[in-house]
């Protein structure tokens, strides 16, 4: 009997090979450029299929991406409060986040980024589109200023992320959460919220 060609069914593998599609979809395009119908392209499914095994473009992604936690989980309550708390709130919700059991494939995804570009760039859209997007958008500041703003906040909290768990750097590496969140949360704040205009003027 002839084998049937065209689109892939349902299968123990086709999860997988929306998987590699959708990375590769996302590592090329961005987020915003790729699609649930050409990712199913991709993969030789229908589209439906991925909606059946991931749901959402966004569950897709972080799926693909091996991401530790849906920040759509947690920064509602990142973001319920005051706006002169929110640096030190975020920087409380990553470091929680990254000393759980979670942190663990976090570090990895780091270590990975730093090696490989594809992972970079979904770490990248990962933290434009899933995590500093959100925040960012509920900022009363000049639209124009936005992108500057994220880079300068990814790059503090990252930072961070690589000196206490990848680099290991004392003290920093086995301070208490709260020192941290002390320490770092004015700089996220200002990164938000503060008087940028030297910075932009420059």
Known sequence: MARRTGRRPGNPDTRQAILDAARAAF?????????????????????????????SKDRLFLAAMHAPVDPAELLPSV????????GERL??????????PAGTAGVALLRSAVS???????LREFLVTQVLRR???????????LPLRGSLVA??????????????????ASAAPETLVTAVGPTVQRYL??????????
Request: charged share 20%; hydrophobic share 50%; no cysteine.
């Open 27 to 55: 590592a090329e395009r961005g987020f915003d450029g790729a699609s649930i119908r050409a990712v199913a392209a991709a993969a030789q499914v229908d589209p439906a299929l991925v909606h059946h095994y991931f749901g």
């Open 79 to 86: 973001l319920a409060g005051d706006r002169a708390g929110l």
């Open 91 to 100: 920087v409380r919700t990553f470091l929680g986040v990254w000393d759980s």
């Open 116 to 122: 490989n570009e594809w992972t970079a760039r979904l």
């Open 135 to 145: 925040v960012l958008d509920q900022l009363d500041v000049d639209p124009a200023e």
């Open 155 to 172: 790059s503090q909290m990252i930072g961070l992320a690589v000196m206490r768990y990848v680099v290991r750097l004392e003290p920093v």
């Open 193 to 202: 919220t503060g008087d940028l205009a030297e910075v932009f003027a420059g």
